[in-house]
């Protein structure tokens, strides 16, 4: 009886766990279309963004080079976020991968900081950018992950700033 009493006690504690586990799945994919959204919109602000200057720079090859450089970047962001999206069932099924491959840091965060620097100008905010002497900038990993991370946080900072205030990135 009591060996009964404990198999049904552990069946109800494993059933209550699996609940919990598949209320925080549905909790995720709730919460995923919202963050997306946010984690689209930075690129493309700065997509439109760019373009719009574009329209009144035409006879200054030089600054729509830069302009064109910036849109691709931001683009191959957005890109990269919904490649993510398609990733999904990879993330459901437990077979998605990290990279693991080599990368610059200091580009990493010059791409970050070209992408939200748009953003942060039109909420009246000043960017700063200082790299650190640091001595090992080619790592191993994750430049996508660690460069969405970086918009990630540099939105943020643009979104809770105050206006005529500052967002800086050392690196």
Excluded: W
């Amino acid at each position: 009886e009591e060996e009964k009493r404990q198999i049904q006690e552990k069946a109800m504690q494993e059933l209550e766990m699996a609940k919990n586990r598949a209320d925080a799945a549905n909790r995720a994919k709730s919460e995923f279309p919202s963050n997306m959204s946010h984690d689209i919109r930075t690129p493309m602000n700065a997509i439109v963004g760019i373009t719009k200057l574009m329209e009144h720079e035409r006879n200054d090859p030089e600054k729509v080079g830069v302009y064109i450089h910036k849109v691709q970047t931001s683009s191959k962001h957005l890109l990269s976020l919904i490649n993510d999206v398609l990733d999904m069932s990879k993330l459901e099924n437990g077979s998605m991968e990290m990279e693991h491959k080599p990368f610059n840091l200091d580009k990493i965060c010059d791409d970050a900081t070209e992408m939200v620097a748009f953003q942060a100008e039109q909420a009246g905010l000043r960017v700063y950018v200082e790299h650190d002497d640091v001595r090992d900038v080619n790592l191993l990993g994750s430049a996508l992950y660690l460069k969405k991370i970086l918009v990630n946080l540099f939105s943020n900072a643009i979104k809770y700033n105050r206006k005529d205030g500052t967002v800086n990135l050392f690196c």
